[in-house]
């Protein structure tokens, strides 16, 4: 399994970006598989951003809600990460992370849960 990030780089506050996350050896659909976005700034913990499980059950960290939606493309293999009103505070590495198994869809907010993991891309928002 492999993932690879793209769609990274800086831009100014109250900026958007949409990273995508491209899948390789991975079945998501029909397995109650989850796939996520993390992130990890300087100094901190990796932590959870959004999330979305099979078929299509999306859970958010409080700290985008509103502003961040994750999708996905079944065709191409392609999980998305639309990310809007960003503030630095958003700046940190992201990474895609998939489940091998089923997962409960209020635990793939934890990066525990994951098993597969994409190498992280950058994202600078500059105020």
């Known amino acids: 399994v492999q993932l690879m990030e793209s769609g990274g780089g800086s831009v100014q506050a109250g900026g958007s970006l949409r990273l995508s996350c491209v899948a390789s050896g991975y079945t998501y659909s029909g397995r109650g598989r989850c796939m996520g976005w993390f992130r990890q700034a300087p100094g901190k913990e990796r932590e959870g951003v959004a999330s979305?499980?099979?078929?299509?059950?999306?859970n958010y960290a409080e700290a985008v809600k509103g502003r961040f939606s994750i999708s996905r493309d079944n065709d191409k293999n392609t999980l998305y990460l639309q990310m809007d009103s960003l503030n630095p505070e958003d700046t940190a590495t992201y990474y895609c992370?998939?489940?091998?198994?089923?997962?409960?869809?209020?635990?793939?907010?934890?990066?525990?849960?994951?098993?597969?993991w994409g190498e992280g891309i950058l994202v600078t928002i500059s105020s």
């Open positions: 992370a998939a489940t091998l198994g089923r997962v409960l869809s209020d635990a793939a907010l934890r990066p525990t849960m994951m098993k597969y």
């Open positions: 979305i499980c099979d078929p299509d059950t999306t």
